[in-house]
């Protein structure tokens, strides 16, 4: 096996979109002084953010059953290094989101959206959870830069084509 499966592959991408979209509406979503466009945005983020649990989730299952290509490195440490990265992503990218609904169910946002009152939105500054949001989310962000940067070295430097083991379009070496 040359590549990930195609399942993996595309639920990968998935998640990588989806989570910069999330990240960018939830910034929005902090800068944002009208209370009525925030109101707006919320359930889109949340539902941005379990599709992002529900996709992680699918692919963990996908790369066990599917399973994953040999090792792109020959080098022991390095491929121990790059396991625990992928499995400290999935668990930070699960971690965002359960902080995320614990957010959710902590700070009153839900009321507001039921009632449709941009006056209930509550100060998200007091809520206790949403500190452990953003830590996992600028955790998930480091190991993100961390996996794209080894990804281009690879791709770049070894020139090793490492990319091509996740990329959807199916290669034959």
């Given amino acids: 096996m040359k590549q990930y499966s195609k399942r993996t592959a595309v639920t990968h991408w998935l998640i990588f979109l989806l989570f910069i979209a999330a990240f960018f509406l939830g910034h929005e979503l902090d800068e944002s002084k009208d209370a009525a466009q925030k109101l707006s945005m919320y359930p889109i983020h949340f539902l941005i953010g379990d599709a992002v649990l529900l996709l ?8 066990k059953k599917d399973g994953e ?3 792109a ?3 022991p440490l390095l491929n121990k290094l790059a396991a625990a990265t992928h499995m400290l992503m999935n668990i930070a990218v699960i971690a965002v989101v359960i902080s995320g609904v614990a ?8 009321e507001a959206l ?12 007091k809520v ?13 962000l480091l190991l993100v830069m961390f996996h794209v940067a080894a990804a281009l070295y ?14 959807i379009k199916r290669f034959e070496d």
């Fill in 56 to 63: 992680t989730l699918l692919r963990i299952y996908f790369r």
């Fill in 69 to 71: 290509p040999a090792a």
């Fill in 73 to 75: 490195n020959a080098n």
């Fill in 103 to 110: 957010t959710v169910a902590t700070s009153g946002v839900i």
């Fill in 114 to 125: 039921k009632l449709a009152d941009p006056a209930l939105i509550p100060d998200f500054h």
């Fill in 128 to 140: 206790e959870a949403k500190e452990f949001h953003e830590l996992f989310i600028g955790v998930t």
């Fill in 154 to 167: 690879h791709q770049f430097i070894v020139k090793d084509n490492l990319l091509r083991r996740i990329m």
